[in-house]
């Protein structure tokens, strides 16, 4: 490249709007939005669900929906894109302006193999075939270091782990030297271990081919750790656009500090302007109220044959814990450690294998039907997605109300709605919304329909099973607030189950690790922060993204010792004991035990890190 | 957030504010439906051939059994008085059939039996096979695995000959004909309804529904049923047209309808034989006919895009 053309933005887009033709009128996702990027350089586009953040790329390579329509213009090295024919486009795309998107299992053809995915975009762009583009494509896998790319080539998508597969994305997307990558979530849709890899590879590419990288995402970590020039947007405009280090240290636009503000940290757990944490009474510290022994779950796995043959899948293998009267207990852990089906177990919606639960000391193994029903008077739980968890064909009213009415039958009708009102205003909604129904509400509204038909019976215990994960970030902050809050008006334990060590360290009293159904570590919110002992712990906290560009960069990560085993193998539960290891998938292991390295704090047996 | 309310204050409140009506999923399913122009048109058509075959008594002078010998075979006349023939005698809109009775009111009759056919074939269907299909899918395991096999093996029976049996043994009537055709639909109602079923019982909210101590019934009759109604409206719609034409068929074997009663099938029938000499004894009863089950297919299709607009 010669010195005048580096001086040339790569992208450069001016006056650019998206609009959309609905039913219900003109919808505009992007309104007069100009930005530049030069060669080699990283723009974060920040911005929460509906900013119009994807849809400003999407459009401005010529992927838009059948019912929208541009103006502007989007110059890439002089050419604008958005007066190009589909023909022309197709010699950029997929070339020289490549693109991830967040889901890699549906981006990628379930029936090609691996290889001929990649080898496809060489032949189309390159006319690279044979042998050639098979060296090609080993190399631009070797690059996302993906160990033993050749073998990989003749794999299918499913028979690869969901980072796996984004680094294959970024491999394609990286086959024919492109001078744009568009990132579009890259890594929302994974684990934060896995996060913390698939950025990690992101940046080498950027040093070591020199290609642009428009990164867009809504989680400011992620944009901490990557971006060089930051534009945050909103409806569909960008409201601040700087270096990271402005749009971090010194945000102008309220939208951007209250983003900033909003999000929770795992370096700042007390931040002023959050609702806190109460601290525990000594009476409450006294009072157990809930105490799991040795809980085990297990599925069995149906293997196939003539005479089928099952296998234990062990999603929960053996957890104790106890809880006390007004106090939290977070439990993290990646995709498929079984947190939520311990949550489950305890709730007595699932069958336990083995174990007991005791509530105020009575075993729920004893309870029977009758008794159970009265027990969820007591045990409530709030679910991840708000939409799918609210019968579409009920009114709010009705999904508050149905806990009362099925556990309270005596309740006069008056009295029911008294109660349903009160908890509406509990929770922050217009009680005069009784009657409207979910599919009207924000993903936020209808979390607090759901908050408030797990409160309306007043329970003990409320299972939060990744309450606030699906929402954004601004939202978010009110839910956990609002849990707080209700937390402290109405002296409930919590067990908050989410996969964000952030904000279960906001709210949580004590933190539990789990691995593979398996109790890693457990401690106190500081001690396990401050203090990680277990090498999955330290992996777990090292991988979060921090927004804080300087923090972000300096950190030293711990990597993991290889992507997550599959459960069915017994030998994975002892990928952090390799010392008392038997090399056979289907022996019985150790069971590792868990150590008491300070008052409070426990840790699974590990070999030395 | 909303400033706390006292509780005083909260009574006052709910008097004044009246509670914001809230829009349902059925309210925006309406609005859809009535924006799709073929299915509102099909419905018109649909309702006046439906009252004309309600009133049929009143909208002819001639009883549908009424048989005048010398006026067999007639071509359509729409004026009384002599035709071109010199046949004196009131107009026969649709023509005279084989025995000298009149098309148009024996037309309007066949609709009165093809459409009661139709809807309560249907109705038997719908009642046997919701049940059915529901309980399958909701109990699932074992019981799930032996309802379904045995629904495949009355699938594998030909229909055709265990009708033939059925009319055999008990005689040719009027309402074992609406039994012996709901018998036969009820069984891809049962799967539709089963796997409709398979699929809201593992949605979240059934969960919770459970996690808030709402027993197995309410979650059948609050959750389940509701939710399956969707599916189950649009495919009662495309089952009508269907069991009209397995009637017809049956009327057409001669296992149908007994005379002098008609119904399309029979008119069809009885048409084609007369093709080459009598052509409007096929046609009007074969427009009429066709202009139904379009019509119903057009209304399931408007319901299938109004109730799930995702799957367009």
Redo the contacts between chains.
């Keep these: 490249m010669s010195d005048s053309s580096s001086n040339l933005p790569i992208l450069y887009a001016k006056n650019f709007h998206v609009r959309f033709a609905t039913p219900d009128g003109e919808v505009h996702a992007v309104n007069d939005v100009s930005f530049n990027i030069h060669e080699g350089e990283c723009l974060g586009i920040v911005g929460e669900s509906g900013s119009g953040k994807s849809q400003l790329f999407l459009a401005g390579v010529g992927l838009l929906a059948s019912n929208g329509r541009t103006e502007g213009s989007f110059l890439y090295r002089g050419e604008n894109l958005a007066a190009m024919s589909q023909k022309q486009l197709n010699q950029i795309r997929g070339a020289k302006i490549t693109m991830i998107f967040q889901d890699p299992l549906t981006s990628l053809t379930p029936h090609l193999r691996i290889g001929d995915q990649i080898t496809e975009a060489l032949r189309h762009h390159q006319h690279m075939t044979g042998e050639n583009a098979t060296k090609r494509a080993v190399e631009s896998l070797e690059l996302v270091r993906i160990p033993e790319a050749k073998r990989r080539l003749r794999q299918y998508p499913h028979e690869l782990s969901g980072g796996m597969r984004q680094r294959v994305m970024i491999a394609m997307a990286t086959a024919c030297g492109p001078d744009l990558l568009i990132a579009d979530e890259p890594t929302t849709a994974l684990d934060v271990t896995v996060q913390a890899q698939i950025l990690e590879i992101m940046r080498d590419l950027k040093t070591e081919l020199n290609t642009s990288i428009v990164l867009i995402s809504h989680d400011m970590g992620v944009i901490a750790a990557m971006a060089d020039r930051v534009q945050v947007m909103r409806h569909g405009e960008f409201v601040e656009s700087g270096t990271a280090e402005e749009v971090f240290y010194n945000p102008k636009h309220s939208y951007t500090q209250m983003l900033l503000e909003a999000m929770p940290r795992i370096d700042m757990p007390d931040r002023p302007g959050h609702t806190p944490l109460a601290p525990l009474s000594e009476e409450e510290q006294r009072t157990t109220l809930l105490e799991v022994e040795d809980v085990k779950v297990h599925f069995p796995i149906h293997l196939g044959g003539w005479f089928p043959k099952y296998k234990p899948l062990r999603a929960v293998d053996g957890v104790s814990f106890s809880l006390n009267q007004g106090e939290t207990l977070g439990i993290v852990g990646e995709s498929g450690c079984g947190k939520s089906t311990l949550a489950r177990a305890v709730?007595a919606?699932l069958p336990k294998t083995d174990g007991a639960v005791l509530w105020c000391g009575k075993n729920l193994n004893d309870a029977d039907k009758g008794n159970l029903?009265?027990l969820?008077?007591e045990?409530?739980?709030v679910?991840?997605?708000p939409l799918?968890?609210?019968?579409?064909?009920?009114?709010i009213g009705q999904?508050i109300s149905?806990?009362l009415r099925?556990?309270e039958p005596d309740l006069a009708r008056a009295e029911v709605?008294?109660r349903v009102?009160?908890m509406m205003?509990h929770v922050?909604?217009?009680?005069?919304?009784?009657?409207?129904?979910p599919?009207?509400f924000s993903g936020g509204q209808n979390q607090r329909v759901?908050i408030a038909?797990a409160m309306i019976?007043r329970p003990k215990l409320v299972i939060c099973d990744e309450a606030v994960s699906a929402l954004d970030v601004s939202i978010q902050a009110?839910i956990i607030d609002l849990l707080l809050s209700l937390q402290k008006t109405f002296g409930m334990s919590m067990i908050f189950i989410s996969h964000d060590l952030s904000v279960v360290r906001q709210v949580s009293h004590r933190v539990m690790v789990l691995y593979l159904g398996r109790m890693v570590e457990l401690a106190d919110r500081n001690a396990i922060y401050t203090d990680p002992r277990h090498p999955y712990t330290r992996a777990l906290i090292s991988a979060v993204p921090v927004p804080d560009p300087k923090k972000e960069r300096a950190k030293e990560r711990v990597p993991l010792p290889d992507d997550l085993p599959s459960p069915l193998d017994s030998r994975a539960t002892l990928t952090f004991l390799k010392s008392k290891r038997i090399d056979d998938p289907d022996a019985v292991q150790y069971v590792p035990q868990m150590i008491e390295v300070s008052p409070g704090h426990f840790v699974a047996e590990h070999d030395p890190v | 957030?909303?400033t706390?309310?006292l509780?005083g204050e909260?009574a006052e409140?709910?008097q004044s504010?009246?509670?914001?009506?809230?829009?349902?999923?059925?309210v925006d399913a309406r609005r859809r439906l009535f924006r799709n122009k073929a299915a509102v048109v099909s419905m018109i058509v649909l309702g006046i051939i439906t009252l004309m075959a309600i009133f049929a008594p009143l909208l002819s002078p001639y009883a549908f059994d009424e048989i005048d010998y010398d006026l067999v075979q007639r071509a359509p006349s729409w004026w009384p008085g002599d035709d071109v023939l010199g046949y004196a005698g009131g107009a026969h809109w649709f023509g005279m059939d084989s025995v000298g009775r009149d098309l148009f009111i024996r037309t309007l009759y066949g609709a009165r039996v093809s459409l009661a056919v139709g809807l309560v074939a249907t109705c038997v269907s719908l009642m046997i096979g919701v049940l059915y299909g529901a309980t399958a899918g909701f109990l699932g395991g074992r019981i799930d695995n032996l309802m379904m096999r045995f629904v495949d093996i009355l699938y594998s029976l030909p229909f055709i000959f265990f009708v033939i049996i059925l009319m055999v043994i008990f005689e040719q009537n009027f309402i074992l004909l609406f039994v012996a055709i709901g018998a036969v639909e009820w069984l891809t109602m049962a799967r539709i309804v089963r796997g409709q079923t398979l699929s809201v019982k593992q949605?979240?909210?059934v969960?919770?529904?459970?996690?808030?101590?709402?027993?197995t019934w309410?979650i059948i009759t609050?959750?389940i049923i509701?939710?399956v109604v969707g599916p189950v409206i649009i495919y009662v719609t495309l089952t009508i047209p269907a069991v009209i034409l397995a009637e017809s068929f049956l009327s057409f074997l001669g296992l149908g309808i007994r005379e002098p009663m008609t119904s399309w099938g029979v008119l069809i029938s009885e048409g084609a034989n007369a093709l080459e000499t009598a052509p409007w004894l096929l046609i009007f009863p074969a427009v009429f006919m066709a202009i139904t089950l379009f019509c119903f297919n057009f209304i399931g299709d408007g319901l299938r895009d109004a109730l799930d607009p995702k799957d367009r």
């Design positions: 709730l919606l029903r009265m969820r008077k045990l409530q739980i679910f991840q997605d799918a968890s609210l019968d579409p064909r009920m009114t999904s149905e806990p099925a556990l709605t008294e009102h009160a205003e922050g909604l217009d009680p005069t919304w009784i009657n409207r129904y599919h009207e759901g038909r019976v009110q | 957030m909303i706390p309310i509780p909260r409140i709910m504010a009246e509670a914001v009506k809230g829009r349902s999923l059925w949605k979240e909210f969960e919770a529904a459970r996690a808030g101590g709402v027993g309410g609050r959750h509701p939710n």
